[in-house]
């Protein structure tokens, strides 16, 4: 079993910045896609960034490319949202997930929420 802890939201003025964390713990997988997601009032939950097992590859929505960084640190088994420029449409949940080889991001956190207020 993996477990998924976010933290490092919270409130913050619109062109401010945050820092995410995800700490994984339990079965650590060496080679999983790690994500982020995030999830408004009344929205799906929807794709914000996701990291290669070996920091190689990010990948990002276009609503938050220039303005989020994903990075990973595997000594801690940690992974980072590093949020620059925030705008109210970035206030959601956030979720951390973890997708095995061939799995599908099966693992999530219980999520951290981000307010951006104006």
């Known amino acids: 079993q993996v477990q998924l802890v976010e933290s490092g939201g919270g409130l913050v003025q619109a062109g401010g910045s945050l820092r995410l964390s995800c700490a994984a713990s339990?079965?650590?997988?060496?080679?999983?896609?790690m994500g982020w997601f995030r999830q408004a009032p009344g929205n799906e939950r929807v794709f914000v960034a996701a990291?290669?097992?070996?920091?190689?590859?990010?990948y990002y929505a276009d609503s938050v490319k220039g303005r989020f960084t994903i990075s990973g640190d595997n000594a801690k088994n940690t992974v980072y949202l590093q949020m620059n420029s925030l705008e109210r449409e970035d206030t959601a949940v956030y979720y951390c997930?973890?997708?095995?080889?061939?799995?599908?991001?099966?693992?999530w956190g219980q999520g951290t929420q981000v307010t951006v207020s104006s």
């Open positions: 997930a973890a997708a095995p080889i061939g799995m599908g991001y099966k693992y």
């Open positions: 339990g079965r650590t997988f060496s080679r999983s896609m």
């Open positions: 990291i290669s097992w070996n920091g190689s590859d990010t």
